[in-house]
């Protein structure tokens, strides 16, 4: 019980501290999207020879021709009350463009991270047990070359070697064949979706589109997430009370999974929570890779188009998300090591 | 002079993979340097009646999609994606060391509100960052090494700020103070040098960071126009003949990309173990 109060109390006050940043990554993208070139009154006029009248009765109804200061507390005001504008490109409400993609966006970067915890974390732990080993080196050069190879350019070698070569995977665009009926809409994850009707067929097949970019995604985070797992448990393993373990004589997997891994998961519970921000940013190059209909695409789109709303929407949504992550990472710190949670 | 270079050397036999990576670091550099020169082909000359052949004697790399020659246009990209990396990293550590040295030598609140500040733009997903400064900017070169140079630049003032901060009461600071140096004086004629070999692990590891963004941005169609060689715009078009089996589009330009960025990595790597062994994992 005082652990859950301890945790709960560091999680709020996580939470107040990191209200200015979230407020600072707010008014930075309101700055950037509005005193950087680029007219978006005048790109969704009807045509280049649109006329002055025109385009001022746009920049009326989009709220431009206002005074920035004004703007940005209107902006504010919209934020706080839930409004995020309407994407002029696809003429929705941001909120819910976001909330329709968001699901697709988060099933690709969850299930990239879980795959990569799968492979990371038994490499770290092998190559840690016996550092200088052909397994330690095998795992560094694997490290190595997983951080210099782009995930665009291993996202497409996928496609080649397992849809054109092997033939084994399905066509990689989107997240269901075009012709398969989609599962009806209740989190959004397809599949939990497909699970919830029932459908293992479909739940198959979804599976089986998301696999190849997970694998991008994976590949991608795989070399902090082991590199840390060992420096991390080497650090450990040579600590006293290791010593002490192993001298009156306990099982020498019990000394490494149960000692030594839960003492020497806290730097890689953090790493988790950096990597998994960057994948939120690298998600946009997979999500182009794959056709994927999640986030990243959508604020593509709308960048290249000066739909301002819909980007300064993701921003936010990003930096939110980002926030949330970082709580969870306190959360479960307090969980793998109470001793954090003592002041 | 002939002792450091011995002394070099000695090190240099004891890495032998950093040792390795410098040497493809620079055999890179020259290649990218003297392009226009050695080119085997004419890297934007199409000829529409040899395109899409596989790689040959003729055409190493192949040809791509308009019959030219994807060896030749490798070459050619080198020297725009190494000129923009080098031209990111070089603002960013410009701005970014004086920045925080100045910052970690006077500390208070200014320290505290750059701190903050930085604390923010790295809380951002950075490539997200940059692409959004791209689109606002331009789609142009110079804009693309602005946005890498921005998303780099927490990093240097975090790094030059913490190695200043442990220096700032150092005795030949003391020293350099009771000799009648003013402030400025101090950071940049003895803590900026101080600091550099430290920084240079950081610019050659930021180095391969920054040619993979930039490549991402362009794969994505910001920055670079289509006809000019670059790496990324290479992928993004030879993405579209990966599904008809082409693949030599699309793996060459990823190779030549993974090559630059291990080479900078490695050396990066091998730096920080030559200067502080602590730090090797």
Same mark, same amino acid.
């Given at each position: 019980?005082? %652990?859950?109060?301890?945790?709960?109390?560091?999680?709020?006050?996580?939470?107040?501290?990191?209200?200015?940043?979230?407020?600072?990554?707010?008014?930075?993208?309101?700055?950037?999207?509005?005193?950087?070139?680029?007219?978006?009154?005048?790109?969704?006029?009807?045509?280049?020879?649109?006329?002055?009248?025109? !385009?001022?009765?746009?920049?009326?109804?989009?709220?431009?021709?206002?005074?920035?200061?004004?703007?940005?507390?209107?902006?504010?005001?919209? !934020?706080?009350?839930?409004?995020?504008?309407?994407?002029?490109?696809?003429?929705?409400?941001?909120?819910?463009? #976001?909330?329709?993609?968001?699901?697709?966006?988060?099933?690709?970067?969850?299930?990239?991270?879980?795959?990569?915890?799968?492979?990371?974390?038994?490499?770290?732990?092998?190559?840690?047990?016996?550092?200088?080993?052909?397994?330690?080196?095998?795992?560094?050069?694997?490290?190595?070359?997983?951080?210099?190879?782009?995930?665009?350019?291993?996202? %497409?070698?996928?496609?080649?070697?397992?849809?054109?070569?092997?033939?084994?995977?399905?066509?990689?665009?989107?997240?269901?064949?075009?012709?398969?009926?989609?599962?009806?809409?209740?989190?959004?994850?397809?599949?939990?979706?497909?699970?919830?009707?029932?459908?293992?067929?479909?739940?198959?097949?979804?599976?089986?589109?998301?696999?190849?970019?997970?694998?991008?995604?994976?590949? $991608?985070?795989?070399?902090?997430?082991?590199?840390?797992?060992?420096?991390?448990?080497?650090?450990?393993?040579?600590?006293?009370?290791?010593?002490?373990?192993?001298? !009156?004589?306990?099982?020498?997997?019990?000394?490494?999974?149960?000692?030594?891994?839960?003492?020497?998961?806290?730097?890689? #519970?953090?790493?988790?929570? !950096?990597? $998994?921000?960057?994948?939120?940013?690298?998600?946009?190059?997979?999500?182009?890779?794959?056709?994927?209909?999640?986030?990243?695409?959508?604020?593509?789109?709308?960048?290249?188009?000066?739909?301002?709303?819909?980007?300064?929407? $993701?921003?936010?949504?990003?930096?939110?998300?980002?926030?949330?992550?970082? #709580?969870?990472?306190?959360?479960?710190?307090?969980?793998?090591?109470?001793?954090?949670?003592?002041? | 002079?002939?002792?450091?270079?011995?002394?070099?050397?000695?090190?240099?036999?004891?890495?032998?993979?950093?040792?390795?990576?410098?040497?493809?670091?620079?055999?890179?550099?020259?290649? &990218?340097?003297?392009?226009?020169?050695?080119?085997?082909?004419?890297?934007?000359?199409?000829?529409?009646?040899?395109?899409?052949?596989?790689?040959?004697?003729?055409?190493?790399?192949?040809?791509?999609?308009?019959?030219?020659?994807?060896?030749?246009?490798?070459?050619?990209?080198?020297?725009?994606?190494?000129?923009?990396?080098?031209? &990111?990293?070089?603002?960013?550590?410009?701005?970014?060391?004086?920045?925080?040295?100045?910052?970690?030598?006077?500390?208070?609140?200014?320290?505290?509100?750059?701190?903050?500040?930085?604390?923010?733009?790295?809380?951002?997903?950075?490539?997200?960052?940059?692409?959004?400064?791209? &689109?606002?900017?331009?789609?142009?070169?110079?804009?693309?090494?602005?946005?890498?140079?921005?998303?780099?630049?927490?990093?240097?003032?975090?790094?030059?700020?913490?190695?200043?901060?442990?220096?700032?009461?150092?005795?030949?600071?003391?020293?350099?103070?009771?000799?009648?140096?003013?402030?400025?004086?101090?950071?940049?004629?003895?803590?900026?040098?101080?600091?550099?070999?430290?920084?240079?692990?950081?610019?050659?590891?930021?180095?391969?960071?920054?040619?993979?963004?930039?490549?991402?941005?362009?794969?994505?169609?910001?920055?670079?126009?289509?006809?000019?060689?670059?790496?990324?715009?290479?992928?993004?078009?030879?993405?579209?003949?990966?599904?008809?089996?082409?693949?030599?589009?699309?793996?060459?330009?990823?190779?030549?990309?993974?090559?630059?960025?291990?080479?900078?990595?490695?050396?990066?790597?091998?730096?920080?173990?030559?200067?502080?062994?602590?730090?090797?994992?």
């Amino acid at each position: 019980m005082a %652990l859950l109060h301890s945790i709960g109390r560091r999680v709020g006050k996580r939470l107040v501290a990191s209200l200015p940043a979230l407020l600072g990554v707010v008014v930075f993208t309101f700055l950037l999207m509005r005193v950087l070139p680029g007219d978006p009154a005048a790109f969704f006029a009807s045509g280049p020879n649109a006329g002055q009248e025109e !385009i001022d009765e746009l920049r009326r109804q989009l709220g431009l021709d206002r005074p920035i200061p004004e703007q940005l507390v209107r902006y504010l005001y919209d !934020i706080a009350t839930g409004h995020l504008g309407r994407s002029i490109t696809t003429g929705q409400p941001v909120v819910r463009d #976001l909330a329709d993609r968001l699901p697709a966006s988060l099933e690709l970067s969850l299930c990239g991270l879980a795959l990569a915890l799968v492979l990371a974390l038994p490499l770290g732990i092998a190559a840690a047990l016996r550092p200088g080993s052909p397994v330690d080196h095998g795992v560094r050069f694997l490290c190595t070359l997983g951080v210099c190879v782009p995930t665009f350019v291993s996202g %497409l070698l996928l496609i080649y070697a397992f849809y054109v070569v092997a033939g084994i995977a399905p066509d990689p665009t989107g997240r269901i064949d075009i012709f398969a009926a989609p599962p009806p809409d209740i989190t959004g994850f397809l599949l939990i979706d497909f699970l919830l009707v029932g459908d293992l067929a479909g739940w198959r097949a979804a599976a089986a589109q998301l696999l190849l970019p997970a694998i991008t995604m994976a590949l $991608f985070v795989l070399a902090p997430l082991a590199r840390m797992t060992r420096a991390s448990l080497m650090a450990v393993l040579g600590s006293d009370f290791i010593r002490t373990a192993r001298s !009156i004589g306990l099982a020498s997997w019990r000394v490494v999974m149960v000692y030594a891994l839960r003492n020497a998961l806290l730097p890689v #519970l953090t790493i988790v929570g !950096i990597v $998994f921000s960057t994948m939120l940013g690298a998600n946009v190059l997979v999500e182009k890779v794959f056709s994927w209909p999640g986030i990243g695409s959508y604020a593509l789109d709308a960048l290249v188009a000066s739909d301002y709303a819909p980007v300064q929407g $993701f921003v936010l949504l990003i930096a939110a998300i980002f926030v949330v992550v970082n #709580l969870t990472i306190d959360v479960l710190y307090g969980i793998a090591d109470p001793r954090v949670s003592i002041e | 002079m002939n002792a450091t270079l011995r002394h070099a050397a000695w090190v240099l036999r004891g890495n032998p993979v950093t040792t390795l990576a410098a040497a493809g670091a620079l055999a890179m550099i020259v290649v &990218a340097l003297l392009s226009p020169w050695i080119t085997p082909f004419d890297p934007v000359a199409s000829n529409v009646s040899n395109a899409l052949q596989p790689p040959s004697w003729t055409h190493w790399a192949g040809t791509d999609q308009l019959g030219r020659d994807i060896f030749s246009r490798l070459i050619a990209a080198a020297r725009l994606d190494l000129a923009i990396a080098a031209s &990111a990293v070089g603002l960013s550590f410009a701005a970014g060391a004086v920045i925080g040295s100045f910052c970690g030598y006077r500390g208070g609140r200014l320290d505290r509100a750059v701190g903050r500040m930085v604390d923010v733009l790295m809380a951002f997903p950075l490539f997200v960052l940059a692409m959004a400064l791209v &689109a606002a900017l331009g789609n142009r070169v110079e804009n693309i090494i602005i946005a890498t140079a921005i998303i780099n630049l927490p990093f240097y003032i975090r790094f030059a700020r913490a190695e200043v901060n442990v220096r700032r009461n150092a005795g030949w600071v003391e020293a350099a103070r009771a000799g009648g140096d003013g402030h400025a004086s101090i950071v940049l004629r003895f803590l900026l040098p101080n600091i550099l070999p430290n920084m240079a692990v950081q610019i050659s590891l930021n180095l391969g960071w920054a040619i993979l963004n930039a490549a991402g941005l362009s794969f994505l169609g910001l920055g670079v126009q289509a006809p000019t060689p670059e790496w990324g715009i290479m992928v993004a078009e030879g993405a579209r003949f990966i599904s008809t089996g082409q693949w030599w589009l699309v793996t060459f330009p990823g190779l030549a990309l993974m090559l630059a960025v291990l080479c900078f990595n490695l050396l990066g790597d091998g730096l920080r173990d030559i200067l502080d062994p602590r730090m090797r994992t």
